[in-house]
């Protein structure tokens, strides 16, 4: 039996490994695509209201309900926005709930999307439409799994200043392939942004 639980632990940790790979490499393909955006200039300047990209990257501190179990958990996220001063933009998060769990029951999620935003003074409130994958850890380590997950959500980031930005965001994730039939999570996550390509 000890064999076993060590092969699965052994797989969802390379599988873990994996997923932080792909996300690492996401981010640095969006984080370069933006960076050459900006050397490809026409022949008339841009205008006040056109152009411009703008790279944040953060991490926060988040409380999840799983509604498999009925699980609380606590974990952190990092992300990265790419967003224009047109209000479209890109999120890419990685969640790694992996705290305060009840019969090693955790998740975690690395997903993608477009981005709503707009301003108003030092108030940016944004709305988000992200998919991607979420891997699953089922009780006393038995299984895990990976699905397709949907998440709608959205929040609100107040500048401090001109690079440093705190954010509030909520997040409810659908996850409809799970084993045992649809599964749900919602939670909110908060904390810090900062500027680092404009």
Known sequence: MRNVNGFYKERSNSRKRLAVRFVFLALIMVIAGLG???AAYGQSRESATAGGAYVWVGGAVSSYYLQYGGNKNLGFT?????DSVRRFGVET????????QTNNVHAE????GPRYHFNKGRF???LKGLAGIGSFNFPYNYAHGRYFVIAPGGGLDYRLSPRWAVRADGEYQYWPNFTFGTMTSEGISVGVRYLILR
Not at 93 to 100: C, I, N, Q
Not at 109 to 112: D, H, P
């Open 93 to 100: 998060e990685g969640r790694w709930l992996d705290y305060r």
């Open 78 to 82: 990092g992300f990265v926005d790419a």
């Open 109 to 112: 999620t690395y997903l993608a």
């Open 124 to 126: 940016q409130p944004y």
């Open 36 to 38: 050459t955006a900006g």
